[in-house]
């Protein structure tokens, strides 16, 4: 009996350690993430939209429901979150950021490669008006937003996520 209470003892332990060491790689992930937010919010917000190389436009008249911030809390853990998500009523006109040319235009969602060189992703559409390889400016519409009540864009900039509203990419 004292040989299987110490085996189990034995166990136990093991198990708890392992517990603390997954707990300890969890814990300093969210700290990173948390500080990777902190130092997103702390930059300048002189890049703003209105200051960025004209023309930009917004792609709804929505408000911003989820800013993009590098790191994001969800259910009380912290993740990675490349995108913009604004409000936009069903059937809103969705608009282009900048100008440039379709690369893809699929059933919810829009790829268009910008003149400036950054490329922009929108989805939630539930309609499309523009088609692969169209050339639009800034401000021309993409298609209409769906039911959800939302549309996300994503920005990247030299290979890197940018924030659409102040152009900043994510270090």
């Known amino acids: 009996m004292r040989r299987m209470m110490k ?3 034995e166990s136990l332990l093991a ?3 392992v517990l603390a060491i997954v707990f300890a790689a969890l814990y300093t992930r ?3 993430l948390k500080r990777m937010a902190a130092r997103d919010a702390a930059a300048s917000q002189d890049e703003t939209l209105e200051h960025a190389a004209p023309p930009w436009s917004r792609p709804t008249e929505g408000a911003v429901l989820k800013p993009f911030s590098g790191a994001v809390r969800q259910k009380g853990i912290w993740r990675f979150s ?3 998500r604004y409000s936009a009523a069903y059937g809103e ?3 282009a950021l900048h100008g440039g040319t379709v ?3 699929e059933l919810d969602g829009v790829l268009l490669r910008n003149d400036d060189g950054t ?3 929108y989805r939630g559409l539930a309609s499309l008006r523009a088609k692969e390889k169209d050339r639009l400016q800034a401000g021309d519409i993409l298609g209409n937003a769906g039911s959800d009540g939302w549309i996300e864009v994503s920005l990247w900039r030299d290979g890197r996520y940018a924030d659409p509203e102040t152009i900043r990419t994510f270090p």
């Open 93 to 95: 006109a969705v608009r």
């Open 7 to 9: 085996k189990w003892g």
């Open 103 to 105: 690369a893809r235009a």
């Open 82 to 84: 490349p995108y913009v």
């Open 119 to 121: 490329e922009s992703e």
């Open 15 to 17: 198990a708890l350690c």
């Open 30 to 32: 969210q700290d990173d």
